[in-house]
């Protein structure tokens, strides 16, 4: 099954810098999200972005989407220290399994303040 | 408040105790979905549900069993659990359609000895 791997797999930046997470799938996909995970807590939804679009624009966040290089990334701009979790990505496929969405390992992110 | 719950929270339990870890969700969505994480390996999905009595097989199904009898609750049942089970498990639920965004429970940690 298709999955999506983030790179890098942790970074950490100073609090007012920008963070950008990278993504990479394999097969063709319906939509691409991302999801934030505060250590040890359950997923919550960041924002979704489907196949025909290229940019996606949500209060800090900025995502872009490359179908042709199969590829996202997730931009946070002005880190805050409450930035500080893991980021997924998450693919869905076409058709009948675009519902189904698979996970990549994530991103973690330390915001210091 | 729309939520998915998920009992117990923590669990030690020893190998071959048969256990259940209820989930439930109050937003009438169609769609509701196990996954567990583990440290390396993302998050990877056990089972999932399209609908009442419609289930079907994830990536890693072997050792749960699951059941779904009413909309708002989908159960994982481990019959015979096992070290290589110890995982942090959640439960998602989200709605049908193609362009599905996953509402995730706060986690149940289990550990097997």
């Known amino acids: 099954s298709q999955q999506g791997e983030e790179d890098p797999q942790a970074l950490s930046i100073q609090e007012g810098e920008n963070a950008t997470m990278n993504c990479s799938y394999k097969t063709s996909i319906n939509n691409l999200q991302w999801y934030r995970q505060n250590s040890g807590r359950g997923l919550v939804h960041l924002i979704l972005i489907r196949s025909n679009e290229r940019e996606k624009h949500s209060g800090r966040l900025r995502v872009t989407l490359d179908t042709s290089k199969k590829s996202s990334s997730l931009l946070i701009t002005a880190s805050r220290a409450a930035d500080t979790a893991s980021y997924f990505c998450?693919?869905?496929?076409?058709?009948?399994?675009?519902?189904?969405?698979?996970f990549g390992k994530g991103t973690k992110l330390s915001v210091i303040p | 408040e729309a939520q998915v719950t998920q009992n117990p929270r923590y669990l030690i339990t020893v190998t071959g105790k048969k256990l259940t870890v209820t989930c439930s969700q109050n937003m009438n969505h169609e769609y509701m979905s196990w996954y567990r994480q583990d440290p390396g390996l993302g998050l990877r999905q056990i089972y999932y549900?399209?609908?009442?009595?419609?289930?079907d097989k994830g990536d890693v199904p072997e050792g749960y069993k699951v059941s779904r009898k009413e909309k708002r609750n989908f159960p994982l049942i481990l019959e015979s659990p096992s070290p290589n089970q110890t995982s942090l498990y959640f439960c998602?639920?989200?709605?049908?359609?193609?362009?599905?965004?996953?509402?995730f429970g706060p986690g149940t940690r289990l550990t097997v000895l």
């Open positions: 998602a639920s989200g709605t049908s359609g193609a362009y599905n965004e996953q509402f």
């Open positions: 998450a693919t869905g496929g076409p058709g009948a399994g675009s519902y189904q969405l698979t």
């Open positions: 549900s399209m609908n009442v009595e419609v289930t």
